[in-house]
């Protein structure tokens, strides 16, 4: 696996974390943009955007588009990806919290 493909994995993950630990599962791009680069994810908002938009594909959240402006929700499968109950292709799976 590429390390472009393994990055797209791990913020994938990292995206549905961020929801899951979010207030009613909710989050907007710009917000979810900034916390990844904490984690050492560098992505663009646009890179973040268009992972929310797969992320959507999948059914793993609920993207809304506000002029731009996007928020998304998790599902409840996007909660249980997020938190390792199943697994799903091209993303990658959580390692357990401490």
């Known amino acids: 696996m590429s390390y472009a493909q393994e990055l797209r994995e791990h913020a994938r993950i990292a995206i549905l974390r961020l929801l899951e630990d979010a207030p009613r599962y909710?989050?907007?791009?710009?917000?979810m943009t900034d916390l990844l680069r904490r984690f050492g994810i560098g992505y663009t908002r646009d890179q973040v955007t268009a992972e929310v938009h797969w992320l959507q594909e999948q059914g793993l959240?609920?993207?809304?588009?506000?002029?731009?402006?996007?928020?998304?929700t998790a599902t409840?499968?996007?909660?249980e990806v997020a938190q390792?109950?199943?697994?799903?292709?091209?993303?990658q799976r959580p390692r357990p919290r401490i």
Do not use: K, Q, Y
């Open 26 to 31: 909710t989050s907007n791009v710009s917000m």
């Open 76 to 79: 409840l499968r996007g909660v």
């Open 84 to 91: 390792g109950i199943v697994t799903h292709p091209g993303i």
């Open 61 to 72: 959240l609920v993207a809304e588009d506000h002029n731009g402006f996007v928020i998304a």
